[in-house]
């Protein structure tokens, strides 16, 4: 008797009888009669006998052989992931195949030219490693054929990827593959160009979410027969399977999107580490400025962590850091005067500026000043973003668009103002400040075409913009080799918050930023526009020291009794009225009373209550010891599936990082 899991009517697992002649393994994909028709499923389970009616049982139909059998190690990892976070184990399987390999459909024909001969292909890398980046690339190399967990703290541009392309070639030349996790990939062509150039003959495995159909089932399969020596790919690479893994390396691993905010709510990072461990391999978690998370797991012994210091660059300096006290510059259009000049001494020099604003849009509200009125989703408790370039509201949570109204739809006023900024508006103060630079915006909005992110940021690269405006999509891995300028603006929105996260978003984001300025021999500065100058924070990142920052946060975290100092988890629920969600959570909280060394919250409104229509709330649990936590989520969730409610969606995040 086989357990197999399926897609339909939602995914689920199923028992089958073995048919004579086949035989078929765990880890096989299979096509069996389901209803009128025919299904595939994988295979998770040989087992002795069904609970079901043995008389009502069907045979399976045939095994499929396009793809190698799912091995032991990625079932394994499958069962990890399905039991740490709460979902399904069929579910967990389905979801994590590249769709294709879930359809009766005969896979897409296989290129044809072969694969290359590993090792030999390694092209020469062009510099020699420094005596910092030796270190790493030999404590690392050592631990080779054995599980160990390295926190690379380095710097932006130390060097770190130089590491790991090292690291690449040593683990290449046994013939053993080497999967790469970065953040997105649309906003790091430079790392893949960098692997492509140092590794030309050899076969990388590109997977993320945005390939064509064809091009991830091929990348799939080229991981899994382990014809692809490099898997290179945003977090849900981390779920192919790979038939020799040698070296895991999480680039960039504090980025909030290693976790995924949907279904099977995993930590692409989180589950590097137990590849590493079921793959007995080193894994190397990368970062200038690590995850607290990470940071506390190398204070505890339980990570080896590597320092690069120092830019790798020769004559390279990292940015001085300074402070632009709004209180003093009243800031005229968003910008403070200290930051205008720095902008217009750099054009005068033929060198480039970056301003960036994370929030896109033109204004994040518009109202009315007569009554008060201010423009709203009907579907959300959020405003809407007023974008100029297209002269359209919208929702930036749920996509909604309006038309701006001409005047206010409860009083008539026809004097709407737009409040606050975002890029648009910047780049519309800037222009008429320097009407003779060129400017360029880079954001999710004037990027939205697929390639196009790429195409602006090579415009930006190459010099044909002396004034970059954008968001977090120019903070990451880009190269401006021409940039000496950074001026930050809304840091504080970040200060305020009440996440207790954002100060350390806030320290990555700006490191990262600055990290954008002064690459090459030109010193780099950094203007960071405040009301709170004298915050900590900014102190730390004057001096680039995390260390400092990390500590001071992590004993805040301490002391308010927040993660990593205890384990974290989120049962959350939406449905049409709020009181109907309260009641749900209030109701699974009391099934099952938790142990007393488990806290669970009350349940509370998310902060935007109403998106897309549904009212949603939340209650955390923590704990400090991990398996009660689990223990007392494996109840709630065994509960929650054995009895579906109609009126309620929910879910269960671990480890949860957003709670907006
Ligand atoms: P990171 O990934 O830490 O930001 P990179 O690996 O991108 O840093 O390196 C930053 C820059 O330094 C790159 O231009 C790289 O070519 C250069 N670089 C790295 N290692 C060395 C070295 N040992 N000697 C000279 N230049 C180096
Ligand atoms: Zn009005
Ligand atoms: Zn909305």
Not at 145 to 153: E, I
Not at 180 to 205: D, K, M, S
Not at 508 to 532: F, H, K, N, S
Request: aromatic content about 6%.
């Amino acid at each position: 008797m086989l357990k197999v899991a399926l897609p339909v009517p939602r995914p689920m697992l199923f028992d089958y009888l073995e048919r004579d002649g086949v035989a078929a393994q765990p880890g096989d994909r299979v096509v069996v009669p389901f209803g009128s028709r025919e299904r595939v499923g994988v295979v998770l389970e040989c087992a002795q006998a069904s609970e079901m009616n043995a008389a009502r049982l069907k045979r399976i139909v045939r095994v499929l052989d396009g793809a190698p059998r799912l091995s032991a190690e990625w079932l394994a990892l499958m069962h990890f992931l399905s039991s740490y976070y709460q979902r399904p184990l069929g579910e967990t399987v389905l979801s994590a195949l590249p769709p294709r390999l879930r359809s009766t459909r005969p896979l897409p024909a296989r290129r044809t030219e072969p694969p290359p001969a590993p090792s030999a292909a390694c092209a020469p890398l062009g510099v020699e490693p420094n005596a910092a980046q030796a270190e790493a690339i030999a404590r690392i190399a050592a631990a080779f054929g054995t599980f160990r967990a390295f926190l690379l703290h380095g710097v932006t541009g130390s060097g770190k990827t130089e590491v790991y392309l090292r690291l690449v070639a040593r683990a290449r030349e046994t013939g053993g593959q080497a999967l790469v996790l970065v953040p997105e990939i649309g906003l790091t062509p430079q790392l893949l160009a960098r692997f492509r150039a140092a590794f030309p003959g050899e076969r990388i495995a590109l997977l993320h979410s945005a390939l064509a159909e064809a091009a991830r089932t091929h990348a799939w399969l080229d991981a899994a027969s382990g014809a692809a020596g490099i898997v290179l790919g945003t977090r849900l690479a981390v779920l192919a399977p790979l038939a020799r893994l040698a070296l895991v390396v999480v680039d960039e691993e504090h980025d909030p999107s290693f976790k995924q905010q949907e279904g099977l709510r995993y930590s692409g990072r989180d589950a590097a580490i137990y590849r590493a461990r079921l793959a007995r391999c080193p894994v190397v978690l990368g970062s200038a400025t690590p995850s607290l998370e990470s940071w506390q797991n190398a204070c505890a012994g339980r990570y080896e962590r590597i320092v690069l210091a120092e830019r790798a660059v020769p004559g390279a300096r990292l940015p001085q850091v300074r402070t632009v006290d709004l209180r003093e510059h009243r800031p005229a259009h968003g910008l403070a005067a200290p930051l205008v000049e720095a902008i217009r001494a750099r054009l005068a020099r033929g060198e480039q500026s970056l301003v960036f604003i994370n929030r896109r849009g033109y204004a994040p509200v518009l109202a009315c000043e007569a009554c008060g009125w201010a423009a709203g989703c009907t579907r959300c408790s959020a405003r809407l973003v007023l974008h100029a370039a297209d002269v359209r509201l919208r929702c930036h949570h749920c996509g909604r668009e309006e038309p701006i109204p001409r005047a206010c739809p409860v009083c008539g006023n026809l004097d709407l103002r737009a409040h606050g900024r975002g890029t648009q508006r910047v780049e519309e103060a800037l222009a008429a400040l320097f009407p003779d630079a060129r400017i360029a915006r880079i954001d999710r909005d004037s990027v939205r075409r697929r390639g196009a992110i790429e195409a602006a940021l090579d415009a930006a690269m190459r010099g044909e913009a002396d004034i970059l405006v954008g968001t977090q999509l120019l903070a990451k891995g880009h190269d401006f080799p021409a940039l000496t300028l950074v001026g930050v603006l809304g840091a504080d929105h970040a200060l305020l918050s009440t996440d207790y996260r954002a100060a350390e978003r806030l320290y990555a984001t700006l490191a990262q930023v600055a990290g954008r300025a002064g690459r090459r021999d030109r010193p780099g500065e950094v203007l960071v526009q405040t009301r709170y100058p004298q915050h900590a924070l900014f102190a730390a990142l004057a001096r680039h020291d995390y260390g400092a920052f990390a500590e001071a946060q992590l004993a805040e975290r301490r002391a308010a009794g927040f993660p990593p100092w205890v384990h974290e988890a989120a049962l959350r629920a939406e449905a049409k009225r709020l009181q109907t969600a309260l009641a749900f959570l209030r109701e699974v909280a009391a099934s099952a009373p938790p142990p007393p060394d488990v806290r669970v919250y009350d349940p509370v409104p998310h902060l935007v209550t109403r998106r897309a229509g549904y009212e949603r709330a939340q209650l955390l649990v923590q704990s400090r010891s991990r398996a009660a936590l689990h223990r007392l989520l494996s109840r709630w969730s065994e509960r929650l599936y054995a009895s579906p409610s109609r009126a309620v969606r929910w879910h269960i995040d671990v480890d949860p990082i957003e709670f907006d």
